[in-house]
């Protein structure tokens, strides 16, 4: 239930900053423990159970509203009342406290403590230099949070969540004025239907619901046909629940100021933001918004929660407290042999600090936010837009994909191709039938219906208004998958059209009409219409059934049990041809390494065609019910080699990515439909689009502009181009100053002097954190982007072993050459010794973020990125300038003899040789992310 709330709560709470995001999971936490009642302010319960209890024209009248909606007038003047139909949710931040924030990281509060203790021991240069750390990892931190912030709401502005209202025109109310007063006529427009942002909704509206709807707001049921809402999200019950337009249960009481508090939920005419319409339909009117909902209140309470960290945080962490339990322990060991071998133990203490500065990666949550916000904003220019920033984690691990065949695979542009009658003969009868019961619903309208619906001459010649009258219908839903109408025509009798699934229709069916004759379905006859739409299916025909039965006109209300005794008239059959990109768009995510599976409820033989004709091995297609009756261990076995699986229902597809994610497997599931919603929960990362329904778009993580697997791929790229630069500066960060531990222990316990001086040790560092600013800009190796990639902060620790060691390794060599090459072996020596080391290790630093970012032969095989390159260049150029130049005093350098730069020019080539050598062997014995 926990993840079905994160996710419906998302929707609501959007974060004024991508970094901000894991917050919000609290507040659903808080729900799960919280009781019902009690989290109702008296008066919005009172009025709950008030509207309850009245009839809907008490109700309307208490809204001062219609059943023809709300007048402009009235809307403009409820909104200054009410406000809009927003719940509680953390506001933009003032500048001051987001500065604050972006400064309170635990490195920039131990580089503070330093920086002060630099100042207290006189050391002002020092204190300047961790000053301007600190300083430039806070602006920037708070300088890419600010682009995150604008991005992140321009991302949201993208994808809207809207609800169908019955409005009436402004001149409804103008009409009598202007005639009686000034004698003109003004042509009113009646009430009619609107799509408007959920955000714009006010008390008093009339909303029109059907399956998939969200609801917006809490509301009253005014007109119910078979409504069952899912309220899974709220109270944890799995089953819908079926809504009525009067009260069937729950609270009974006399006086309303005798009202006590009740379980909300228990009102069976009430409906509750934050739920959804998993069948029939509605129309109800808008009661409470905003923060007077239930889910509203809940939000009040608990918007400012602390989060709960999800995986990727966990990860980030790890490396943040390992960093830290270095610094922990490294910096007393340094301080003491410093002390016991020097003598000096301010000066040991001073360079202690700067050890400790030096260890501290005060730009990791800077490169974290920036890399993340960049790749969002990357991933929304390829149509695919991020809801939750750690998705992109999972985005760019996704080894499985999960998909329905409508418009993905094919154009999701169906045209009505064929109406027959049961033995494959055209007649028009069918396609009146078919015309009659897609007209009439009022449910979801389907591609399939809107298909039908473009004959548009059959209103015409079937004399609809004048000839038929709608008596009631039976809405579609997932597990009876058909659905009927009952009309009346002239008032002699009622006719129930049923239009569905082939196998479901027939399970009603009794009789088959052939020519004028109904005759009963026999075996014989059976088996022959099993041919005929087996036939269909293979020339990739989607087959609808429409069957119907007469009936006397004895009552005005039908349910699914009148679903029975029916005529099968004939068949409707649809084509939806392959898209063009979709075979290219498949070659390209194999090829990244995704394996991609078909779900679908369609046919199988149809499913089988479309799948032959995009490319993808058709072996085996897999049906609901050969699912339905394997054991989990079967089934396991057999997602691992099957690709197609056709006739599901919606639990069949959530088992399949709940099996895929058992067996190690990193799912997304792309789906657009209510009967996608559960699989959308469930998978790693579920995947929607624009034109969703509103409960597709609500549970997913990722959405798409654009319905196609090729935007999906391009999406899949970026996001590993973007995961892959954050572990750049991740492995660079552990790894370099694992390093630095070992160069500084062995310095510290031979040299009679200082290795480095504090105010050196502190400018080295901050040039190496600015030359790694541009990272979230570097180019990634094409191998890196053909595989997922997945977090493994258990894998860091290894990395660091291998690799931090290296630079150790060629610090003492400089140590060697400075000693005995160039005879800084002395504390009268220590300034030329300290500066040969300062320039080794900055430009190793500084080089190593080019060995470590590829695989490949770094400046050979694989180039960085021109801000990389530049920043690289800039960094060096200024490293080595500080002992030759004119400053060099002034940091207690002394200028470097010429022939010290081809020792460094070795020592350098040898060091990036011998990584080179080590990513060899570890790329072959671990692998490279």
Known sequence: MLNILKRLFAAFLESHAFTRHFRRIAILETVARTGVSRDLPPDVLRDLTIAAQSDPNGVLARLDSHVDGLSRSQIEDIRERFGLNEVEHERPLPWWRHLWLAYRTPFSLLLTVLAVVSYVTEDLKATIVIGAMVVLATV???????????AAEELKAMVRTTATVIRRDITEEAAPVAKEYFGVQIHTRPAHREEIPIRDLVPGDIVVLSAGDMIPADCRILAAKDLFVSQAAMTGESLPVEKFPALHQGPRVGAHSQLKAANPFELDDIVFMGTNVVS????????????????????????????????????????????????????PLVLLINGFTKGDWLEAFLFALSIAVGLTPEMLPMIVTSTLAKGAVLLSRKKVIVKRLDAIQNFCAMDVLCTDKTGTLTLDKIALERHTDVWGEESDTVLEYAYLNSYYQTGLKNLLDVAVLTHVELHRELEIATTFRKVDEVPFDFQRRRMSVVVAEHDQHHLLICKGALEEILAGCTRVRHGGVDEPLTEALLARVREVTASLNEEGLRVVAVAAKELPPAKEAYAVADECELTLIGYVTFLDPPKETAAPALKALGAHGV??????????????????????????????????????????????????????????????????????????????????????????????????????????????????????????????????????????AASSNFGNVFSVLVASAFLPFLPMLPVQLLVQNLLYDISQVAIPFDNVDEELLTRPQRWNPGELGRFMLFFGPISSVFDIATFVVMWFVFGANGPERQTLFQSGWFVEGLLTQTLVVHAIRTRKVPFIQSNAAPPLLLTTVVIIAIGIFLPMGPMHDYFKMQPLPLLYFPFLAAILLCYLTLTQAMKGFYARRYGWQ
């Not at 920037?140 to 604008?150: G, P, V, Y």
């Not at 989060?307 to 910096?331: E, H, K, P, Y």
């Not at 004709?613 to 297609?621: A, C, F, I, K, N």
Request: charged letters at 20%; aromatic letters at 6%.
């Open 140 to 150: 920037i931190r708070f300088w890419q949070e600010t682009k995150s912030n604008k």
């Open 280 to 331: 029939g339909s509605a129309t109800a009117v808008v009661l409470h918004i905003g923060n007077r909902t239930y889910f509203g209140a809940l939000a009040s309470r608990v918007v400012s929660s602390e989060a709960v960290a999800t995986q990727f945080q966990v990860g980030v962490n790890q490396v943040s407290w390992l960093m830290i339990r270095f610094i922990l322990v490294m910096t």
């Open 595 to 732: 394996t991609v599976k078909v779900l679908t409820g369609d046919n199988e033989l149809v499913t089988a065609k479309i799948c032959r004709q995009v490319g993808l091995e058709v072996d085996h297609v897999m049906v609901g019910a050969e699912v339905e009756a394997m054991s989990d261990a079967a089934l396991k076995q057999a997602v691992e080699s099957r690709h197609i699986f056709a006739r599901l229902t919606p639990a069949q597809k959530d088992r399949i990515v709940r099996t895929l994610k058992s067996a190690g497997h990193v799912v997304g599931f792309m789906g657009d439909g209510i009967n996608d919603a559960a699989a959308l929960h469930t998978a790693d990362i579920g995947i929607s689009v624009d034109s969703g329904v509103d409960i597709a778009k609500e549970a997913a993580d990722i959405i798409l502009l654009e319905k196609s697997l090729l935007v999906l791929e391009e999406g899949v790229v970026e996001g590993r181009k973007t995961f892959v630069n954050m572990l750049k500066y991740i492995k660079m």
